[in-house]
């Protein structure tokens, strides 16, 4: 287990969220908010849809830098639109974010193919399995942890949990779906603690 790692909250147990940077062979920068899975040592791995600028730069450079940040201007700008320079350190020969908490830089080892048949989101674009060595983590500050993503999750059931009661039978369908849903996602990458939530959140909406 790499200790640099655990103080920024990621462990092997659980899946995180956070922002990839990458640069092109040109020296253009981007960003995109992508799941880290981390397998211990120094691997870790991420899944990444064909056609997104991120995976046209690692296949190129073999390279990208993990941002942990908790910073939900820089989520939503790295998923709709396109980060600002400003947003970046000055560095030109690698992206990364100027108030990361801190980054991890990873050097590519794999990238497998996996097509439409063979993924778990029904689409017909192919999804890349990319395996990576850490090559360092730079912590800047270790009050900025990474973004968990079966916490947020588990947030969402609260806030549905505490207006399941007063609901109509439409809207109670709906908030029992999203449960349905975040227990899905938290059965395959929530650690014991998130699977044990999830099992009494259930239980209390299987009351009413």
Known sequence: MNETLEKIGITTEER???????????GVKNSAAIGLKYFGGNDVGCRI?????????????K???VNVTQDPMIFTKSTIDKLPDEYYTDDTDIAVLRDAGSYIVVNVVDIDEQK?????????????????KIEKVVVNDESIKAFNRAFSGIIECLVNVSRYKIVDDKKRKYYMDRVIENDRMISRIGNGKSKEIMKLLKEEYEKN
């Open 116 to 132: 439409p048949e063979n993924t778990p989101i029904d689409n017909d674009q192919s999804i890349f399995m990319i395996k990576g």
């Open 63 to 65: 390279k990208y830098v």
């Open 49 to 61: 849809f064909e056609g997104s600028k991120t995976l046209e730069n690692i296949q190129k450079t």
């Open 16 to 26: 995180y969220e956070c922002i990839y940077t990458t640069i092109s062979p040109e």
